[in-house]
């Protein structure tokens, strides 16, 4: 997700001269055409393609080279009932072709099973001794790879050699050589340049070989459209490039996606709260795909793809939610490394002298590199190489993602001389390197990268138009919605307001990890603007502009207009100490004897606010969290347990004066933190009616709100209390031990304790850290 602090270049697109003849052609508000034409749509004919996919006429699956051979051999097999071994991949695109092939295959009655490799014991691909073993085991007559295959010469080969057909479909790039394995290979990039087929991804190379099989078998093609909402999903977590038959897929999948009737696909937007009838493509990327994903870097896609076949209520009730705790897992881990690798950075700031990004630390999940990879190139504007190793290894592997204005698969590739393994594309690659060479990797790396952009390109955001607020209205957000699906090849519509001013802002959200803000023009129009996970920066002071995505927010079946925060530009810079017009002045306090802090602050601020937690508050007559007002000075005197709530402290006090303490509270065992929330309990049960105030229970323990629901849901989870949870809070019961308890014990306890953790780390960090990283 992009940072909406990142100091981009922002460019306003200029107008185009042929958006006129394609508006007098779709009628509507002018900017559509104008975006249209942007992205290289040129014609009437083009445009109503583009926006109805009624209008498009799709290429025929006989356009994939070997596409009569492989409807053949498939045809042949079913019908002589010879048995079909499935090979795919595991990550969602992988995921949704297995899936597809099974399903249209055991409909037509073949005899068929699947396979997914296990990503940290077989990686990707197809590897021989593993095939082997499975033809063997199984005795297939036909090998049909999806999402993998067209650079597997030796495991098919060996396949081959075993009797066994073999029929090939697959998206990724085709052997450097160009020689392909000896079996049809239905594949994208053996098309020309910009065929209607070209930017396929491997679900949708699936589909085109069903449907090719059901015309030459004499099948009702209408049975096809059962299968679209598994393309939708496959084309949106592949970031597939929304190009021709690409986009025509997802436009008629996401129809079909938003009433499946697929009980795994369900009972997945269910555990998600995702809305499936109003569901877009954003939808499918953040909130059901990062769950099919936990499977495969985490644990066994096969789960994934049995969710996405039954037709068993209660088995996909219960491989969605052990998705669902992978998905939080993953979320977690994500967090710890991406905060290991910032220690890594403060420790060592001469990483970022360097213009690729490459660290290393063993006992990182390598399922999870390459995320925090993109994060932190994004983060930094270079390419950045994440790596780790298993204890007492000597060898490091890991993920590597790109930045604009360089290709990191070339540039590692540049490096095979250090390397033990690589591969990968412009944007992302992978490899594995002995650990003694990671140092003499980071510089040669380094001098490639700086080769290909003399000068560092300046990351830019692209602006579609600079509109008023009182522009941003339904009927511009109902003209712009024209355009969607919106993804790779046709990024979401991003608008620009100027000379505005934050009027109010709030944190929102049951973990209180996003903000909302109301900004207000000249013209004393306001408009709010959600800004996700808005809550870990400093909320903007002054005047601003905003570039933002308009869209809906749908609640209870109510719509209205939503902006999202894309990125934010402060007109007049605020400086911690600055010169002129600071926000605040601010004394380092963190060398001061502890039992100096109060006396000294009493005599400096004798009407200053101290903030103080957990067993403090009372030592020091300071307030929590949630007892905050408005004060001229603030003294911080135990340290906080994230940057969030930092941030928010500041934002209620509104202090000119800060004072920055350093008592730690004492890191505590698990239990004994949970017997401090069990008598937060019983408090909130006796004088709160049940109604938990999370703030106050956080700073009564001295940890977030976000801790504090998996501490909650651990209790529950252990029928100690009973738990609901809505958007309007929390309420805790007595427990009742004849109701099953919705929370799994397991997963809350690992949530608890690494969120605990990360306060307790955090607090270290604020002990010791600049103070301009501090005051964000």
């Not at 992205?39 to 109805?52: K, N, S």
């Not at 009655?109 to 021989?128: C, D």
Request: proline residues 7%; negative net charge; glycine residues 8%.
């Amino acid at each position: 997700m992009l940072n909406q602090m990142a100091d981009l270049q922002w460019k306003l697109q200029e107008p185009v001269a042929a958006a006129e003849v394609l508006h007098s052609a779709i009628g509507g508000h002018p900017l559509v055409a104008q975006i249209l034409a942007r992205r290289g749509i040129l014609t009437p004919e083009e445009a109503w393609a583009f926006l109805d996919a009624t209008r498009y006429r799709p290429a025929p699956p006989d356009d994939l080279p070997d596409m009569a051979q492989a409807v053949e051999a498939l045809a042949g097999a079913i019908k002589a009932r010879q048995p079909i071994l499935i090979w795919g991949d595991f990550d969602v695109d992988g995921q949704t072709a297995t899936a597809l092939l099974l399903d249209a295959l055991t409909t037509l009655g073949a005899s068929v099973s699947f396979h997914i490799p296990h990503r940290l014991t077989e990686s990707h691909g197809i590897q021989t001794e593993r095939l082997l073993a499975l033809l063997a085991e199984r005795r297939p007559a036909l090998l049909l790879t999806c999402d993998t295959g067209i650079t597997a010469h030796d495991a098919i080969t060996h396949a081959l050699e075993q009797g066994v057909k073999v029929i090939i479909t697959d998206h990724h790039d085709l052997p450097p050589d160009g020689l392909l394995p000896p079996a049809p290979a239905l594949n994208p990039k053996r098309l020309p340049p910009g065929h209607p087929l070209a930017t396929l991804p491997g679900v949708g190379v699936a589909y085109k070989l069903v449907e090719g099989l059901y015309a030459h078998l004499g099948q009702d093609t209408g049975e096809l459209e059962r299968l679209l909402d598994l393309v939708a999903l496959g084309i949106v977590a592949d970031v597939a490039e929304q190009w021709r038959d690409t986009r025509y897929l997802l436009q008629l999948g996401l129809e079909r996606l938003r009433r499946t009737e697929r009980t795994g696909l369900r009972a997945l937007a269910e555990v998600s709260r995702t809305d499936l009838p109003n569901l877009t493509a954003e939808g499918i990327g953040f909130q059901l795909a990062p769950r099919l994903n936990a499977a495969g870097r985490l644990d066994d896609a096969t789960q994934a793809v049995e969710l996405l076949t039954t037709r068993d209520n209660t088995q996909a009730k219960v491989i969605a939610a052990n998705l669902e705790g992978l998905n939080r897992k993953r979320q977690r881990d994500q967090r710890a490394i991406m905060a290991a690798a910032q220690d890594l950075i403060s420790n060592d700031p001469t990483l970022l002298d360097f213009p690729a990004l490459v660290l290393y630390q063993p006992g990182w999940h390598p399922g999870l590199l390459g995320i925090v990879a993109g994060e932190l190139a994004e983060r930094y504007s270079r390419p950045c190489v994440m790596l780790t190793s298993e204890p007492g290894g000597d060898l490091a592997r890991g993920s590597a993602r790109s930045a604009p204005g360089y290709d990191i698969g070339a540039a590692i590739a540049a490096q095979a001389e250090l390397l033990s393994a690589f591969g990968g594309h412009p944007g992302a690659a992978g490899l594995s390197l002995p650990i003694d060479r990671i140092d003499q990797f980071r510089r040669r790396l380094s001098r490639t990268l700086e080769e290909q952009a003399p000068i560092r390109p300046v990351p830019t955001l692209n602006i579609d138009a600079a509109v008023s607020l009182a522009e941003v209205t339904e009927s511009l957000a109902e003209e712009l919605e024209r355009l969607a699906p919106f993804g790779q090849g046709n990024p979401p519509i991003t608008l620009m307001a100027t000379d505005l001013t934050v009027s109010r802002y709030q944190t929102i959200g049951l973990e209180q990890l996003h903000r909302k803000l109301t900004v207000t023009d000249g013209a004393g129009v306001s408009r709010q603007v959600i800004w996700w996970r808005g809550a870990e920066h400093r909320a903007p002071d002054g005047q601003v502009d905003i570039a933002f995505n308009i869209g809906w927010d749908i609640y209870q079946g109510r719509r209205q207009v939503a902006l999202t925060l894309v990125n934010l530009r402060e007109r007049v810079p605020v400086a911690v100490a600055a010169p002129s017009a600071p926000a605040w002045t601010v004394e380092d306090w963190r060398q001061v004897p502890v039992e100096d802090l109060l006396p000294a602050f009493a005599e400096k601020e004798p009407n200053g606010l101290i903030w103080a937690e957990g067993e403090h508050t009372a030592q020091t007559r300071g307030r929590r969290r949630h007892e905050l007002r408005p004060a001229e000075a603030l003294l911080i005197y135990t340290a906080p347990p994230s940057q969030s709530v930092l941030n928010a402290a500041l934002e209620v006090t509104q202090a000119r004066r800060l004072y920055i303490g350093w008592v730690l509270l004492p890191p505590a065992d698990l239990n004994h933190r949970l017997r401090e929330l069990l008598g937060l309990c019983r408090y909130t049960l006796t004088h709160l009616e049940g109604h938990a105030d999370l703030d106050r229970m956080a700073g009564a323990i001295g940890l977030t709100r976000e801790t504090i629901l998996w501490g909650l849901r651990l209790l529950a989870a252990e029928n100690i209390i009973s738990l609901a949870e809505s958007d309007e809070g929390v309420t805790i019961g007595r427990p009742n031990p004849k109701v099953a308890s919705a929370y799994d014990a397991l997963e809350a306890r690992e949530a608890f304790e690494f969120l605990s953790a990360e306060s307790d780390s955090y607090r270290r960090f604020h002990r010791r850290a600049d103070l301009t990283s501090l005051l964000v």
